[in-house]
């Protein structure tokens, strides 16, 4: 540890992936005093149909109605 | 939050988990108080041979016996 | 399987947590197909410091300064 | 419970997965106390570029320069 | 990686942990082929109250009856 | 989307938490591409007793004894 999860949408590029988590792991051993050696990401990606926001949608034509 | 994690089969179609997670977001919202926006559900297929369960087949033959 | 995490904010009663994992498991048994006696859900109380948005604040004063 | 969740790199066999559930099952109910039949393994295979460890390799250099 | 989750009740002793984390490791190092200072397993105690199976009761009666 | 869940050790202060969480938040927006109000990092703090990494000892006195 720490071990960090990243849940999100497929289509990042390799090099998205190593900036991404290049700067996770700075973030972590620079403020979160973790030991370099320690830091371990791993991403999933959720495919569009895996994930849903159900209440998303009333709140964002509630917004747009004021 | 709450973010919701759903570890099932793969097969589920389209319409099946837009009900399910309709019906999951309906839960929290209005037996849990959760904000609508807040409400974020996601799948994860673990295909057969990614799961498995080494002590079932052993109770369920006890039982059988019974 | 199904197993379900539920991560959200803590303070939720015994009963609305019923609830809530009484209808997810209606949910998945009804809509999803599910058999009852495989469905599991896992709450997990995650404590206010110990989550963030960061960009949620700057989305909101943007929506109200439209 | 226990529900157990193995991330690893793809690539192992249906044996290797079925020998890997065995034991860890094994050593849940005889050394933790688990009900056999509520023990659930769920694989997940994490593709090569989906982990990252950037610290590994500053770590490995500075002891392979001792 | 392997990076193992081990969700369950509290209520086990230091040396049960370590007994089970112990067989873990020998099951995914001997079976699976995993590097031995690769493996970590994390235990996430689950207060009996945050968890439910709300389909086993009805199960069990089933099979009770029989 | 972007979750993301952070597993370390307990102690990090609430500013710590605060540094950690921004920069994640920079990192998924500015190289990953995702919207600012979606990113939510939660953090799980997994007590000393509850982590185990059975084969480091044994690495690093292999490591040593070069």
Not at 17 to 22: C, F, G, I, M, P
Request: without cysteine.
């Amino acid at each position: 540890m720490p071990t960090v999860f990243v849940y999100w949408a497929p289509g990042r590029s390799a090099s998205q992936k190593k900036a991404v988590s290049q700067r996770i792991y700075e973030a972590l051993v620079e403020e979160g005093g973790a030991r370099p050696e320690d830091v371990l990401i791993i991403f999933q990606n959720i495919e569009d149909g895996d994930s849903a926001r159900p209440g998303l949608k009333a709140a964002s034509s509630r917004i747009t109605e004021d």
